[in-house]
């Protein structure tokens, strides 16, 4: 069962927190789980779990591409390897081995990316990912997860585990504004309803939901009802939200913490431009690199706030009109 939160306050828990908590259940398990890392155990959260399973936590060093034929290796001997870099080292430069020795090889790899694009704030345009998801997006098989809180990655992770493929996790490593209280249950590609209307629909990821979830409640105050899905499984895309989503509310603003070219607008766009044409909008970084500074301020300099979002909405209501 899904219970959305009351309000979205910031999490007790960071989400790094959540992903260590349950790779640590599942060594406790006895799962063959192992958690491979490229110099950032301090940042993931993994380094107090290290002395406890020595063999299970690995450090590969800065060496993502290594780092990931090691965890191709380690699937072929029937382990569950999550490896783990920052997003913009887990896809621009480890593809080769993440596509050859994984996704070709039909191996269990879990790629886990952290900090991608806003969320990697003060790091600045070479570490702000906006490209990995449609990096990953082309890699045949390949699942692509974006957690919007602890809750979710609480309960994505024992999951992901236990499905056998390659799997690609975008994931905010610091505490995240609540959008669901724990203990929420949540299925791999089927996007999850966080508020109804008639109107338009937001369809959010990642950091963008909570965004998403504002913009509705601005919109509300001048008549206009929003339905907002959150898309954690950017693919396989839940096509069935999306076709009932424009069929329902007639127009569909799409915001992500992405390039709008290849990340979710890009998904959703092409489940429409099939199935059933709508109006549509795209909030997301606009064809442009990364710049250093504090998230809510990227936000704003990127058009990702709540009131880029409603904006959006009013221009695509005009148009559906």
Not at 50 to 62: A, F, K, L, S
Not at 132 to 158: G, K, N, Y
Not at 171 to 197: C, D, H, W
């Amino acid at each position: 069962m899904i219970q959305i939160a009351k309000e979205n306050l910031i999490d007790d828990m960071e989400m790094r927190q959540a992903y260590g908590t349950e790779l640590r259940r599942l060594m406790d398990n006895g799962e063959p789980v192992m958690a491979l890392d490229a110099d950032l155990m301090r940042a993931i959260g993994l380094l107090p779990y290290r002395e406890q399973y020595p063999d299970n936590i690995m450090d590969c060093g800065i060496a993502e591409m290594n780092m990931a034929g090691v965890a191709a290796g380690l699937s072929s001997e029937g382990f569950i390897p999550f490896t783990h870099t920052f997003a913009a080292f887990a896809s621009r430069r480890a593809i080769d081995q993440v596509f050859m020795s994984g996704a070709y090889a039909k191996m269990n790899v879990k790629v886990v990316g952290s900090d991608p694009g806003v969320t990697a704030a003060l790091n600045g345009g070479t570490h702000q990912a906006f490209e990995d998801i449609a990096i990953m997006r082309a890699v045949p098989e390949m699942t692509i997860v974006e957690p919007s809180d602890a809750a979710m990655v609480s309960d994505l992770i024992p999951k992901i585990a236990h499905q056998y493929g390659m799997f690609y996790i975008r994931l905010q490593r610091m505490k995240s504004e609540r959008i669901y209280e724990p203990g929420s249950e949540f299925e791999i590609g089927k996007a999850v309803t966080i508020r109804n209307g008639k109107d338009i629909t937001i369809i959010a990821s990642g950091v963008e939901v909570v965004e998403a979830v504002r913009a509705a409640e601005l919109l509300e105050k001048e008549g206009v009802s929003a339905r907002v899905l959150d898309m954690f499984t950017i693919k396989p895309i839940d096509k069935e939200a999306v076709i009932a989503a424009a069929a329902e509310t007639g127009a569909i603003v799409t915001a992500e913490n992405h390039n709008i070219i290849g990340g979710l607008g890009s998904a959703v766009t092409e489940v429409l431009a099939e199935n059933f044409p709508v109006p549509v909008e795209r909030v997301g970084m606009r064809d442009r690199f990364g710049e250093v500074g504090p998230q809510g301020w990227l936000k704003e300099a990127f058009g990702l706030k709540d009131t880029d979002i409603a904006k959006a909405a009013k221009r695509t209501i005009q148009r559906k009109n």
